[in-house]
């Protein structure tokens, strides 16, 4: 069969497809950057405090699609709340002798169009925490997931700032203040304040005045249903849906433990005196969901997408789980517990369809192939907890397709030794919290086919050091149910 493409272009083309899966990105038909815009906004807020009322600036940035189709889910992604509070505010809100401060955030977003008006909920928007300095201002930053707004008529839709609600958790070093508790804090914008964060237009949808025929599939944000009566997604809605967004679920956490044995080089060494045990692992599970950026494109991506848009065959769309083999090792020393745990994860591949150059419309998949991670645990009395996560795995591309044809990579195109993945975060493992880490992705090797040596581009596009992930670990569920799927962490 003849080439529709030449050598030089189909490798050109699969180097830009390569970058975008590599990483694990998963955007939906559509959501190239250029049907993108970025929204910032910064509004001055008073706050009320025990001494009166304070100014607040709190500067929003989210990005919104360029414009909507009546029906259709328009959905912000990337938000960003950033608080600056001045030191009057801090030594009056936090306890003396606090060292840093992190905490959730809660924002009123109402929704209009014409007529019509909605209230969004911008909830659960959490802070890691940012260390106190010495004097001086601080900028908290909160960040989440929020829900999809859909409207049922054509016409523009503004996305106006309110209420703001603030719960912010100080470091307890050397304050003696209870851990649990939380200053909290309600603002509302300033008077004659610019609160209009975002316009977007919508359109009615094309495809309705000329249906397509019925090919029996459907993306997963196409508005496809099941075809049952009473499904919610078979009716436009009238007016506007601010509701939240439904959320993923998953398959059941497996009854036996994965198998495996602790990496011995990832285990810190035990404190003097200290009592190690072995132990029998329980079977749990947990849902690790967040972004991967690449340093040389400057680019994020979502890592196993909590909107279940994973294409892994036997989850069925829905998000992968990390199997863990709980406790496997325990060390306990004066004013020391460290619990080592094996975990697998379970990744669903990765499929994305996006443009390259533009226009070119490109899809890929990648498959990760891990091997058993090493979880550990270090619980202190008055420090934050410690978890970090080690483990090894191939990335394997196949299934490239430039325009509707195949690019063949072969059957061995993946990463030329395992990429090594360090994670650390400040949570117990039960509870789940947010890790980070770095990224060194190795050279590729075995790509390409028909004579057609694809490696050192390929390697050219995507290997190197400095790619950080940003991964938030659900809590855990026991065996035979399902996990809670975490909200995505911040970008």
């Known amino acids: 069969m003849t080439r529709a493409l030449s050598g030089g272009r189909t490798a050109r083309l699969a180097v830009v497809a390569v970058v975008a899966c590599l990483v694990g990105l998963l955007p939906g038909s559509g959501s190239a950057a250029r049907d993108q815009r970025q929204a910032s906004l910064t509004v001055a807020y008073d706050c009320a405090l025990p001494g009166g009322t304070r100014q607040v600036d709190v500067a929003f940035d989210a990005t919104f699609p360029v414009r909507g189709v009546v029906g259709k889910p328009i959905r912000p992604v990337a938000v960003r709340v950033r608080v600056s509070l001045s030191r009057t505010v801090?030594?009056?809100?936090?306890?003396?002798?606090?060292?840093?401060?992190g905490g959730t955030a809660a924002v009123v977003m109402a929704v209009a169009q014409g007529r019509e008006r909605a209230r969004a909920e911008w909830a659960e928007l959490a802070s890691p925490e940012v260390r106190l300095p010495a004097r001086g201002a601080v900028e908290v930053g909160f960040g989440g997931d929020i829900p999809d707004v859909t409207v049922g008529a054509e016409g523009d839709v503004t996305f106006t700032v309110g209420r703001l609600d603030l719960a912010l958790d100080p470091d307890d070093s050397g304050t003696g203040a209870d851990p649990a508790s939380a200053a909290r804090l309600t603002c509302t914008p300033a008077r004659g304040a610019d609160t209009l964060l975002a316009t977007v237009p919508v359109a009615a949808d094309p495809t309705e005045t000329s249906p397509a025929p019925d090919t029996g599939s459907a993306t997963p944000d196409d508005g496809a249903s099941d075809g049952t009566p009473d499904d919610p997604r078979n009716d436009t809605p009238k007016g506007i849906d601010a509701g939240p967004r439904l959320r993923a679920t998953t398959d059941r956490c497996p009854l036996d433990p994965p198998k495996g044995e602790l990496d011995p080089q990832r285990l810190p060494s035990p404190p003097p005196g200290a009592e190690v045990s072995t132990l029998e692992p329980t079977s749990m599970c947990a849902v690790p969901v967040g972004f991967a950026t690449l340093r040389k494109l400057k680019s994020s991506a979502v890592v196993n997408d909590p909107r279940g848009s994973g294409s892994g065959s036997s989850s069925r769309g829905r998000p992968g789980l990390m199997h863990l083999a709980m406790r496997m090792r325990e060390v306990r020393a004066p004013d020391y517990v460290e619990y080592d745990h094996l975990g697998l994860m379970q990744l669903p591949d990765a499929e994305g369809t996006f443009l390259t150059f533009g226009f070119q419309p490109t899809t890929a998949k990648v498959r990760f192939e891990p091997e058993p991670a090493t979880i550990v645990n270090i619980i202190r009395p008055g420090r934050p907890p410690?978890?970090?996560?080690?483990?090894?795995?191939?990335?394997?591309?196949?299934?490239?397709?430039?325009?509707?044809?195949?690019?063949d990579v072969g059957p061995r195109c993946r990463t030329s030794r395992p990429v090594d993945t360090v994670l650390t975060g400040n949570y117990p493992v039960s509870e789940g919290g947010l890790l980070q880490g770095e990224l060194d992705i190795p050279a590729l090797t075995g790509c390409g086919a028909d004579g057609e040596d694809l490696d050192v581009l390929l390697s050219g596009a995507v290997?190197?050091?400095?790619?950080?992930?940003?991964?938030?670990?659900?809590?855990?569920?026991?065996?035979?149910?399902?996990?809670?799927?975490?909200?995505l962490p911040a970008l």
């Open 386 to 407: 410690v978890t970090r996560v080690g483990y090894r795995q191939h990335l394997r591309l196949y299934d490239v397709r430039v325009n509707g044809v195949p690019l």
């Open 463 to 487: 290997s190197g050091p400095g790619n950080t992930l940003k991964i938030r670990q659900g809590r855990v569920c026991g065996a035979g149910s399902p996990c809670n799927v975490p909200e």
């Open 90 to 101: 801090v030594e009056e809100l936090l306890p003396e002798g606090a060292r840093s401060v």
